[in-house]
């Protein structure tokens, strides 16, 4: 087991190195000017990298802020969307689970909307709203909605029978019931919903934030790449990578303690 | 910059003093008579004792009444046509007047318009042709505007591909993919006038894509673009990454022609009218102070960091000054390549009108002049340069001439018939 480990942490090094060697070997170098000619190379994007964390939380007024800021403006962005819609999510799935006639009734209508854009809800929501901030947290909104909606319908209604008929014999209260028995049975579909929607909604906040400008992740791409910064552009990219893993991986542990075997 | 002040404010009682001369002894000849027979000093005297002029001319330099509100955003798109705007926050232009401004940077026209339309913003850099559509609700919901400032004039360029070098003429851009940054843009007016002036057919002929001015010079190293009538920095950026090279300058085609616009919601001037009248002071003082090419690489430091602009000083620099590599192998020096001037007249607005009417923007009739004076605040921003000693035109409707065309001269008077000298357009009556 352990050699096994050894092997896999060996492997992924071997293609991190031989990856950074293939991309240093097609970045073009800088020419005699000094300014960067095509695509910049893991020396240069590591050099801006480094330059950015020593300083990640400055602040020089609303149009430049360091990657720290950002990157927290973003996940504030989506904390708000994603607890939203989570919640009704939650409630939506287990009402729709319990009731088979009312999940098919309503059924096309998720059909329809899920695979829409998030982004495409941009324009609508800035027009109807009227704040830019608030259109952007609903977009996360949108894009966290249908994963955890569809996985507790889903978990809600594949829950054994047995189950809820001992609820029923125990003549529990509705509130009891769904704390006690629904949840905890559908809780392993839900959290595998919720993992799905963070990925979702983490990755359509960098769009909807290219969009509004401002603060976020999102808009600091756009920035840099209004100045043709491309080492900024690549460590972003990375970061946003990075706190997409950890993001997943919080919801992964908690699944995993969600676990149960029948 | 304590100079010029001092110069602005002695240049402001000098013209309060005339005007007070003028409206008590009537026209010029009677001024000059009574002048003669007493004496300027002895004049100035006698007309300090029948009418308050040291209050008035605290009046026309006070920064009118109490501020309605001092915290003010006001959104900009990173262009150097934003210049006076942009500028007046990091050299204080704003913090003169008394008020605390943020300039707040956003993506696109679109998300300009929308920010201001929904309050979140105070007012706002736009295109000079946005306040008229957006007040006409053409391309948006109806929101009555106010123009009252020109940012810049001239300022923009046809950059093409490295690839289009050999080309000499419009005719040869059949078949072109081209990027303006917004429908209701001088940039796509004057971009459709160059080719259809060559019997090109913008609807027809080639394509017109609206595309974000950052993201154009990226377009443009992906193939995606053949070329594009853009703002600056962009076509000057294009030439510093060795990408494109500037084909025309918009100069070239209308000399003076008006670019990009500081404007607000009417709702907005009416509700903080001493505000909005500082913010405008504001304006014409940085505009003015842009407007000297002296001091234009010190704006162009001001304005080129992250916070602003994000684009490299001398990049900035070749826009502002004029002295530029063209792409071609050329150095080139046209001080006016882009130059300041915030006078708003009618007749700007009514040629914008003729185009939006001749490429279907609008349909039907179109009220050209009361749309103009509507929007187009001439007389306000007259009045506002006057008291602050800057020179200002007389006329708010002028014959403009263009240096490219069949119809040189556009008068103001006759819009329909100019619409009508157009083979190539959309409009059919």
Known sequence: ?262 | MAELTAGSERALEHAVERSIEYAILGGAPGRREFLRLVGASTAAAALASVFPVTAAKALAQDKGGPLEKRELKIGFIPITCATPIIMAEPMGFYKKQGLHVQVVKASGWAMIRDLSINRETDATHMLTPMPLAITMGVGSQAVPYVMPAVENINGQAITLANKHRGVKSAREMKGFKFAVPFDYSMHNFLLRYVLAEDGVDPDKEVQIRVVPPPEMVANLRAGNLDGYLAPDPFNQRAVYEEIGFIWMLSKDIWPGHPCCAFAATREFAERAPNTFQALVRAILDATQYAHNSANRKEIAKAIAPKNFLNQPVEVVEQVLTGVFPDGLGHTRNVPDRIDFDPFPYHSMAIWILTQMKRWGYVKGDVDYKKVAEQVYTATGTREAMRAMGLKAPAQSSVTHAFALGKTRLFDPERPEEYLKSFTIRKATA
């Open chain 1, 1 to 262: 087991m352990s050699r096994d480990r050894r092997r896999v942490i060996l492997y992924s090094m071997l293609f991190l190195v031989a990856f950074l060697a293939v991309w240093q070997l097609v970045a073009e170098p800088a020419g005699a000017s000094g300014k960067a000619r095509g695509l910049p190379g893991p020396l240069a994007v590591g050099r801006t990298a480094v330059e950015m964390i020593a300083n990640p939380f400055y602040d020089n007024g609303p149009n430049d802020k360091g990657i720290g800021l950002q990157l927290l403006a973003s996940l504030g962005r989506l904390a708000m969307g994603y607890v939203a819609a989570s919640l009704a999510a939650i409630l939506l799935g287990v009402t729709l689970g319990l009731s088979p006639i009312l999940y098919r009734a309503v059924n096309p209508y998720i059909q329809i909307l899920k695979p829409i854009s998030p982004l495409a809800w941009m324009p609508l929501f800035l027009y109807t709203i009227k704040d830019s901030g608030q259109a952007a947290v609903l977009v996360i909104f949108m894009s966290s909605l249908w994963p955890t909606l569809a996985n507790t319908a889903f978990g809600v209604a594949s829950i054994k029978r047995d189950y809820l008929n001992v609820a029923a014999i125990l003549q529990l209260s509705w509130w009891r019931r769904l704390v006690t028995v629904i949840l905890p049975a559908a809780a392993p579909a839900i959290v595998a919903g919720l993992r799905i929607s963070i990925g979702s909604a983490w990755v359509a906040i960098v769009a909807a934030e290219m969009l509004i400008g401002g603060t976020g992740i999102g808009y600091f791409v756009w920035n840099e790449w209004n100045n043709l910064a491309l080492t900024s552009v690549i460590f972003a990219i990375v970061a946003i990578g990075f706190i997409g893993v950890l993001l997943d991986a919080g919801l992964g542990r908690l699944s995993r303690r969600l676990a149960y075997s029948e």
